[in-house]
């Protein structure tokens, strides 16, 4: 079975403090995702990676950066926390190559006071 | 841009009943996915369907897919309390890599 871990579960911070929030997979899967669940709204995208040190902008990036320097992993950091990005944040992997489905994470919930 | 557009949003429903949720997109895609969400939990893949008329099924649920219309959707037969849970439809568009954006999800709840 495919196992995504992330590194919290449950994460306060402050405004203006930079949050990393990090992601393992352990499938060898080439492409990594980040999105974040909000009441009413779904699954946002915010970024995503097909392979290692790529990445492409998802739906929302603003606000936030990713890293993937191993294929395993890839790291979301919001460089200047806000209130407004209070939510949870689920990561997810897939194969390459689309046409299967995504393994998701059990979230983070971050909380900017 | 790709929307996707799921209802009902919110859905009650009395244990014994049949019922339909919807997912409508709006670029050309042949690739779309159903996931169910447990309260607190993640999301786990319920289906995968990859072609204009696929159908799965998986005991009370079936999903099937539509690429003319663009449409999805997953039928819940004689529904029990157990299928409670937040279901969401997701697509991959034909182009913009394997990004998935996904519907704002059906919370379903099934009365004893």
């Known amino acids: 079975d495919v196992k995504v871990t992330q590194s919290s579960r449950y994460l306060v911070k402050r405004t203006g403090e930079k949050v990393f929030l990090e992601c393992v997979q352990d499938?060898?899967?080439?492409?990594m995702f980040w999105y974040r669940q909000d009441p009413g709204l779904g699954l946002r995208l915010i970024y995503f990676?097909?392979?290692?040190?790529?990445?492409e902008k998802g739906d929302i990036p603003e606000g936030y950066s990713v890293s993937r320097e191993k294929k395993e992993r890839f790291s979301l950091i919001l460089e200047s926390a806000s209130t407004n990005q209070t939510s949870m944040y689920l990561c997810?992997?897939?194969?390459?190559?689309?046409?299967?489905?995504?393994?998701f994470g059990n979230g983070t919930r971050l909380t900017v006071t | 841009e790709l929307k996707v557009e799921q209802n009902p949003l919110f859905l009650s429903m009395q244990e014994g009943k049949n019922y339909t949720i919807y997912c409508n997109y709006s670029?050309?895609?042949?690739?779309l996915y159903w996931y169910r969400q447990d309260p607190g939990k993640s999301l786990e893949s319920l289906f995968v369907?990859?072609?204009?008329?696929a159908v799965k099924q998986e005991g009370r649920l079936m999903a099937s897919l539509d690429t003319k219309a663009r449409l999805s959707t997953l039928h819940i037969t004689a529904a029990v309390h157990d299928l409670s849970a937040t279901y969401f439809c997701?697509?991959?568009?034909?182009?913009?890599?394997?990004?998935?954006?996904f519907g704002a999800g059906t919370r379903l709840f099934v009365k004893a």
């Open positions: 990676s097909y392979d290692v040190k790529m990445k």
């Open positions: 997701a697509v991959e568009p034909e182009t913009g890599g394997f990004k998935t954006i």
């Open positions: 997810a992997s897939s194969e390459g190559g689309g046409n299967s489905p995504l393994h």
């Open positions: 670029t050309t895609s042949d690739r």
């Open positions: 369907l990859l072609s204009n008329g």
């Open positions: 499938m060898d899967h080439e492409n």
